[in-house]
């Protein structure tokens, strides 16, 4: 069945360094891939998502690429600070299916 | 534009009762989505409804339904709780069926004791 695999389960940067986190999906048909940050207590929200028509995208220090070959989407924060500190989540879906979350990461920003 | 809307935020329960969440969507929003996210499981994909009917379905046993109404309000039942029924569940509305995106509520945090 549909399977996300998300790496690494933890990630502990200095601030000011980039933080990356890698997603592999199993269904080729998958077709859009959100990812969502989850500060503690608080609902999961939306960051950046791909569609498989666009190989990379950017919004100000975050960035998503997607490797449709491999099946691997990635999110590259640069200049991290305190507040990027959560768990972030990957995802995959195809066109009406589901949406398949990876186990998630977290991320600790150190001052 | 008001949010996606859960309640109750908190629940307590006892093994074998049942439950009922309720989730609101964002206007105009036609697609509920639930989501169980426990520390062990991550988010797992319960079930979706779109214009009333369910139209994906993750691999839960039939103690977990759902239903939505005309206005998309959809709502959450569990029967015959476990303790393992224990977690945060979590709904996310979308315009379209498959959830793209999907925006999600604070949750129903479901304790069993």
């Known amino acids: 069945g549909e399977n996300v695999e998300q790496h690494p389960s933890t990630l502990s940067v200095q601030e000011g360094d980039s933080a990356v986190i890698k997603c592999t999906y199993s269904d080729s048909a998958s077709n859009y891939f959100p990812w969502y940050k989850q500060e503690l207590g608080k609902r999961p929200q939306l960051i950046i998502d791909i569609r498989s028509n666009v190989g990379e995208k950017k919004d100000q220090r975050i960035a998503v690429t997607l490797n449709k070959t491999a099946k691997h989407f990635s999110l590259h924060i640069t200049e991290t600070q305190p507040e990027d500190s959560a768990v972030y989540f990957c995802?995959?879906?195809?066109?009406?299916?589901?949406?398949?979350f990876g186990q998630g990461t977290e991320l600790s920003v150190k001052p | 534009k008001a949010g996606v809307t859960q309640t109750p935020r908190y629940l307590i329960k006892t093994r074998g009762q049942q439950v009922t969440l309720s989730c609101s969507p964002i206007s105009g929003h036609r697609s509920v989505s639930w989501y169980q996210q426990t520390p062990g499981q991550g988010l797992q994909f319960l079930f979706e409804?779109?214009?009333?009917?369910?139209?994906n379905k993750g691999n839960f046993p039939g103690r977990f339904s759902g239903r939505q109404f005309s206005n998309s309000r959809s709502e959450m039942n569990v029967s015959t709780l476990e303790l393992g029924d224990s977690a945060l569940y979590l709904c996310?509305?979308?315009?379209?069926?498959?959830?793209?995106?999907?925006?999600f509520g604070d949750g129903t945090r479901l304790s069993i004791l």
């Open positions: 409804y779109f214009s009333e009917t369910q139209r």
């Open positions: 995802a995959a879906t195809r066109q009406g299916g589901k949406l398949i």
């Open positions: 996310a509305s979308s315009l379209a069926l498959g959830g793209q995106p999907q925006h």
